[in-house]
């Protein structure tokens, strides 16, 4: 039974004392290639269990405990919602006569879609998921309009979780028919005719429904008005479990696409031609080396965005007929980061050092003109139908609200639409990008954001953010939630670590598997940055990065815990022998490697957060942070760390678990999204030794 009593931990000046609950432990041990390797704490992947859940309520009581008795807590979370009551609006998406777009009046707990007949009509209610459930976690996932805008279909998930169920609504009626897709996961609808096409799982055991491995997924045809039982299977691969299979139609309906994968990276292609008399799949593209993706269709022709002997991506046009490649947008030094269509034209968006630049193409692939945009940040849109004449883009940075502009395609002019009104001055504040060198010699991007006037002298409150994986960027972009933390004098630093997609597959590959420990490397090559240049010291530096970035500030601190006054690891990946048994994990050995290849297991081992703890070690004040509908990084994860911390760590800083509840691997709503990133800026501040908070400087009203 899980004994509530245990062992005090010493505590600092600053902190409450904490008496810890003391973690069962069992001789469970695995033999990796002739490695012996103990898991005493393999319990706690049983998260439906009455064991684990008293654990959990036991160490969320330490938690909340110690959080309660930080006096500016509760002020934290005021100016949090303070400052995030404002409306926030999506892009408009048109179809037909109607503009469809999402709306936050400010503190809801979730978006609302709307629609109007015209930019100037009223908008109407389409679909408002505050009126789900009573706790405000019910989420709008997906909505999918069909090609006439007759019906669309759209998808909720509960409670965080990633399964979806997939409703169809009747868009002149704005009432929902009896149609109910269930357990769909990863997955959009893509219609095509009076039906679409969609992803999903067998049903998982009962009780095992967050946690068992995924397998075998396949894509079937839901037609509008029919039960689920009645769908076509579409493809299926009995001979793969561990791939994903989704399906896209292009704009005209034309060519089904079926992408397959066997996790993050790589692909292949299947298609289906309506035109053609066979009307079997073929292969378009060979995988798993490369990534392929359709962008859509010219005619006979597809467009296709690739890496194949493109590093930095370029476009290919396609005839299927013959697979023969043709460059139609060719490699640049800069990564082509995104690539759509609308009004007959080809938008591509170049990331250089980090920041957008956009370039529009004829569908013959001449260059016409570069977008100037309002400034150096990110920009996402640019997307929309054949027949468009105009479309919409939403351009943000770190001091930038993102902010919607109108984009005319044949005068090429930008204005601007809707700008967001925020309570706070971006006069007052800077970023600036610095470059450091790793410890290899690679030059690597930082972004630094902080009130003008910031001296240089050591004292700074400084969050310093990573991912560093899966060939995903850490662009500029806006977010209310830092606001409160740069207006205490911090600094948030966010580094481009390898492993993401900044600069390409080349910058990708340098961060994947045998090579992992370069994103810590460069992680720790940040904060001794960070440090030398005075920017802060390591008693006012704190590491924070989720799932993948949980990772990283494990293995970081493991390394490094003297750079480190507090971590934040979020929802991570820490049990690196295993991660591959839960739910999706195992789309992830593309990234990280697996246990199961001796090579590689040696490779993990050596960084794995949960298996490189060690009594003796200085561990900053940790907060790990999870939540109890994750069912993509499983929260034994999180659970089994914050045992194995507690047990070996001696020293006097607070090592806690805060497990949120009705929640997955991101806040499920804006309370519970404001409620632990005030208890996140709070256990940050306090353990920095910072007793009281400064009164923020806001607009004049």
Known sequence: MLEISGA?????????????????????????????????????????????????????????????????????????????????????????????????????????????????????????????????????????????????????????????????????????????????????????????????????????????????????????????????LIYEDKTHPLRYFFAQTTEDERFLILNISEGTDGSEIWYKDAQAKDQTFKRLVEGFKYNYSVVDNAGDQLLVYHNNGAPNYKVSKVDPKTGQFRDFVGEKPEKLDQANTAGGKLFVNYLKDVTSRIYVYDLAGKLENEVQLPGLGTVSGFGGQKEDTFVFYTFTSFTFPPTIYRYEIATKKTTLFRQPEVDFKPADYETKQVFFTSKDGTRVPMFLTYRKGMKLDGTNPTILYGYGGFNISLPPSFSAMLLPFLEQGGIYAQVNLRGGSEYGETWHEQGMKLKKQNVFDDCIAAAEYLIAQKYTSPQKLALRGGSNGGLLVGAVINQRPDLFRVAIPQVGVMDMLRFHKFTVGWGWVSDYGSSDNADEFKAIYQYSPLHNIKEGIPYPATMIMTADHDDRVVPAHSFKYAATLQEKYKGPNPVLIRIETNSGHGASNTKKNIESTADLYAFTLWNMGIKSLKEPSVKSK
């Open 8 to 232: 005090t931990a010493q505590s600092n000046s600053a902190s409450p004392s904490l008496n810890y609950p003391q973690t069962r432990k069992t001789d469970q041990t695995d033999d990796y290639h002739g490695t012996k390797v103990a898991d005493p704490y393999r319990w706690l992947e049983d998260d439906r269990s009455a064991e684990t859940g008293a654990w959990v309520k036991a160490q969320n009581a330490v938690t909340f405990g110690y959080l309660e008795q930080i006096p500016y807590r509760k002020q934290l979370q005021n100016r949090l919602e303070q400052i995030i009551n404002y409306p926030r609006y999506s892009a408009p998406g048109r179809k037909g006569e109607w503009f469809y777009f999402y709306k936050n009046d400010g503190l809801q707990n979730q978006a609302v879609l709307y629609r109007q007949k015209g930019l100037d009509a009223t908008p109407e209610v389409v679909i408002d998921p505050n009126k789900l459930s009573t706790d405000g976690t019910t989420r709008l996932t997906s909505f999918d309009l069909s090609k006439n805008g007759r019906y669309a279909a759209y998808a909720l998930s509960k409670a965080g979780s990633d399964w979806q169920e997939i409703f169809v609504m009747d868009m002149q009626t704005l009432q929902s028919l009896p149609d109910k897709l269930e357990w769909v996961k990863f997955t959009g609808a893509a219609w095509q005719g009076d039906g679409f096409f969609y992803s999903r799982y067998d049903h998982p055991a009962d009780g095992q429904e967050l946690s068992s491995k995924n397998e075998f997924m396949k894509v079937y045809f839901h037609r509008q008005g029919t039960p689920q039982a009645q769908d076509q």
